[in-house]
């Protein structure tokens, strides 16, 4: 067997991936970069964003929403730039390749117009709808011998030169749960609550002052309030 190559992976794309929206269907995209003249290395630079959805158990991933994009990035790039297999969300499951995913491996080395005898994928383990678990993504490489092994990728900040004329595509970003502010903050809602309270409290209290006073027959009777003592005549 051939050395294994490393995987060099745009630390930007993985962020996207690790963004992407907790759905319970799948969604996927193209990967776009360049083997080394040597093949020692993979490096991954783009990834086109998810253009259509597909079930909760598989997606179809073909040209439509993706080739568009890998022109903008083979022309900016003067051809440097191209196609070197896909990646795709596995919802509520484990990053690792089922049957269909072997199957489209073979597919992808097969079929001449993707032009890439050792089709990489990449899949995302991404929670259904729980926005607290995290994203785990794993690359897998087929060669050309029938074997796929997982590459462990190595992420780096700066684009190469020639990939940096490459487009930044919008992608789908998750949302965050919103947090409830704590009641401490919200002075004003607590100012309010408490005057409010206080007023009510010291109509209360007049209110059983002079009660009691009308029932004990007195003439003049002080009435105690926030504001001061009054007389009631």
């Known amino acids: 067997m051939a050395d294994v190559p490393r995987l060099l992976l745009a630390r930007a794309f993985l962020e996207r991936l690790h963004e992407l929206p907790r759905r319970p269907w799948e969604v996927g995209g193209w990967l776009l970069g360049y083997w ?56 509520g499951g484990p990053a690792t390749p089922s049957a269909t995913d072997h199957r489209a491996m073979r597919q992808l080395a097969a079929d001449r117009d993707y032009g890439t005898l050792e089709p990489l994928i990449a899949i995302a383990s991404v929670p259904r709808l729980d926005h607290t678990r995290s994203v785990e993504v794993a690359f897998y490489l087929r060669r050309t011998d029938g074997h796929v092994l997982e590459l462990k990728a190595t992420p780096f900040e700066d684009l190469p030169a020639e990939a940096r004329t490459v487009p930044e595509w919008p992608w789908p970003r998750r949302r965050r749960p919103r947090r409830r502010r704590p009641a401490e903050v919200d002075g004003r809602r607590l100012s309010k609550f408490h005057s409010a309270s206080t007023c009510w409290k010291s109509a209360i209290d007049t209110a059983l002052s002079l009660r009691a006073c009308l029932q004990g027959g007195a003439g003049v009777c002080l009435l105690r309030s926030d504001s001061g003592s009054g007389v009631s005549r």
């Open 36 to 91: 080394t003249e040597d093949r020692a290395a993979i490096v991954v630079t783009h990834g086109t964003p998810p253009a259509v959805r597909g079930t909760a158990f598989g997606i179809t991933i073909s040209g439509k929403g993706h080739r568009r994009r890998f022109d903008e990035a083979w022309a900016c790039s003067n051809g440097h730039v191209t196609f070197i297999g896909d990646w795709h969300t596995h919802p």
